[in-house]
């Protein structure tokens, strides 16, 4: 998976996906501030290149294709919980939300292998 071209998740909306990743243990939240990633439970930013990225799933709107959004399945390295982060993808992301996603999705090809 790369920033320019995610995998499409299936016909599953976001709200039946973040549901499944929480009965998979994803009980935690994680969001971008200021070009890194910050852990709701354990209250610290992260570098996103050392982000345990675990899964990933991206959404296109069913009306407007370019209503995209992306779903990252984190684990924290400091608290070790596991978590999810839900952006915009595509046109509508900000430029620091885009350097966050591309560090995390390059970080998550580089572990794949």
Known sequence: ???????????????VVLQEMNEKGYKNSFYI???SLFCEKCKKSHDPKEAEVIEVHRFEGESNPDD?????????????SKGTLVSAFGPSMSQGEAEVIRLLSDHRDKNKN
């Open 1 to 15: 998976m790369t920033i320019e071209n995610p995998e499409l998740s299936s016909d599953e909306s976001l709200p």
């Open 33 to 35: 501030h200021n070009s």
């Open 68 to 80: 995209e959004s992306i779903v990252f399945g984190i684990q924290c390295k400091i608290c070790n």
